[in-house]
Each structure stands twice: as structure tokens, then as C-alpha cells.
């Protein structure tokens, strides 16, 4: 993501890297959202880790593929023509609006997603049952994924650029020496931290979506109140350990993505 590029240019960064995502990384997502809604068996079935694949895909690349467009567009916004870099708080404030703007859109694609884990089925046939299930099945859980996509939009576009340049700059010949390594020690510092702020809204709206029916899980203060009571304050970062390990590894492809894929597909943009 680039505010040297165009929306379709950062766009097509952003769709390749949320495909990667997933692709790599679907089963931990998985096993994330069955740790959230209380499912105990641990499934190692590829057929059953990878039941979703095409909704996590269509999710994930046009969310994330969306967030850099936006970032982006934010980004112009911000700078109204001037030729100057951001702040530090000003790329951290673009990513972090871009992210939960997105969640409207990619809400309902991962509550047919969660849908199909839990009950299994086609796309196309989740998708129907939800919509005749009117807007209120349709949005269930938005609120929760806003706030989650805001906060992991502003980590892997805001602040993991910010915290990838300050290592360079302090620590040049050891693991500030390359940008990979400078990557990686930004990733384990910023990559924890967001996901262990963005996992309890997350959790959230696993349950909320899991739970269409409101049999258990009906608000999203409703259904704090029961995790809580159950399970203990600790469920609210149920599955945490799947969702940092996917965190790091996807803040690290995005990056990827936003620094060197974009100057080896738009080479013209950064002459």
C-alpha cells in the first residue's frame, strides 16, 4: 500500500495478499474460531480445516484488498496534495479507519464462512439461508468485526511500517541490517500486540456468528456476559495462540506485499 499508488495498484497488492493468507493459513483460523465458540474436539481433517476455503478467500483478499485501496485513498486525503511523508500517528489513523470501514463489507462474507464451518454446505446455499434470515442475520456480528479489522488494519498498515522503519533506523547493522529482518522484529513486536487487542471483539463476533439462531449468544453484551460466566474473562482471548501465529506470519506477507511486491509489479510508480 502506497499513496504513490493507484487505487487499482493497491488493490491488486492487497487482493494477492489476503488470497496467500489464506491459502497458507486457513486451518489455524479454523482452530481459532472452534477455541472462541467452545468446540472441543480438535480437527485435523483437511476436508473439514478447509470447509469455508472460497468464502475465507473471497473474505480476506476483498477485505484486505480493500484496506490497502483505502489506506491509501485515506492517505491522499491526508497529505491534500503536499509532497511529504505522513507521521507515525497519521499512517497509523489512515490504516486503523480504512480497517473498520472494511468490516461492513466483510462481516456478512465471514458469517457465511463461520456458517459453513459449523453446518457445512455450499456457499451458495449458506448465502440464501442467511439472507432470508433478513438484515439482522445478514449484519450479525459486524460491530465486533469493525472493530477487529480496525485495529489489525491499523497493526499491518499503520503501525508495522512505522515500527519496521524505527528498527532500521536504530539498530542498522544488526536486526535493523535488512528489511526481511527488520520485518520480521516488527512483526513480533507489533503482531502480538494488536491481536491481543483485537481478539476480544473477535471472539465476539465468532460466537455472535457461530449462533444465528440466538440460542446462547445473543447481543454482543449478552454475549460477553455469558462467556464470562461460563468460561471466565480468559475465554474472551480464547483461541489468541492460533490468531497471533496467523497474525505474524500475515503481517509479514502484507508488508511483503506493500513494499517489494508493489515495486516489482509497478516498477514505473517509484522511478
Known amino acids: 500500500m502506497s499513496k504513490n499508488l493507484s487505487e487499482a495498484e493497491n488493490a491488486t ?32 481433517d483437511p476436508r473439514v480445516l478447509y470447509r469455508g476455503y472460497f468464502a475465507n478467500c473471497l473474505n480476506n483478499a476483498s477485505c484486505v484488498m480493500l484496506q490497502f485501496a483505502g489506506t491509501g485513498m485515506i492517505q491522499k486525503l491526508i497529505v491534500r496534495g503536499e509532497d511529504r511523508s505522513l507521521t507515525k500517528g497519521e499512517q497509523i489513523a489512515a490504516a486503523f479507519s480504512s480497517g473498520y470501514l472494511t468490516g461492513f463489507i466483510c462481516g456478512p462474507i465471514e458469517l457465511a464462512m463461520i456458517q459453513q464451518q459449523r453446518k457445512g454446505g455450499s456457499l451458495g446455499a449458506t448465502a440464501a439461508n442467511l439472507i432470508a434470515g433478513g438484515p439482522s442475520t445478514v449484519m450479525r456480528g459486524t460491530f465486533g468485526i469493525c472493530l477487529r479489522e480496525g485495529i489489525y488494519c491499523g497493526g499491518f498498515l499503520g503501525l508495522m511500517p512505522v515500527l519496521r522503519g524505527m528498527i532500521q533506523e536504530s539498530f542498522p547493522d544488526s536486526v535493523g541490517r535488512t528489511e526481511d529482518s527488520a520485518r520480521f522484529a516488527a512483526a513480533l513486536l507489533g503482531g502480538p500486540l494488536c491481536s491481543m487487542l483485537s481478539h476480544p471483539p473477535d471472539t465476539f463476533k465468532s460466537c455472535m456468528q457461530g449462533d444465528i439462531e440466538r440460542t446462547k449468544f445473543g447481543s454482543m453484551r449478552e454475549t460477553y456476559a455469558v462467556l464470562v460466566k461460563e468460561r471466565g474473562i480468559a475465554s474472551l482471548w480464547a483461541g489468541a495462540p492460533w490468531r497471533i501465529f496467523r497474525q505474524l506470519c500475515a503481517m509479514m506477507i502484507f508488508d511483503k506485499c506493500a513494499t517489494q511486491l508493489s515495486q516489482t509489479l509497478f516498477p514505473h510508480r517509484y522511478k
Open 13 to 44: 497488492l492487497g487482493a494477492v495478499g489476503g488470497w496467500v493468507d489464506v491459502t497458507l493459513l486457513q486451518a489455524t483460523n479454523y482452530w481459532k474460531n472452534a477455541a472462541q465458540q467452545g468446540l472441543t474436539k480438535f480437527e485435523t
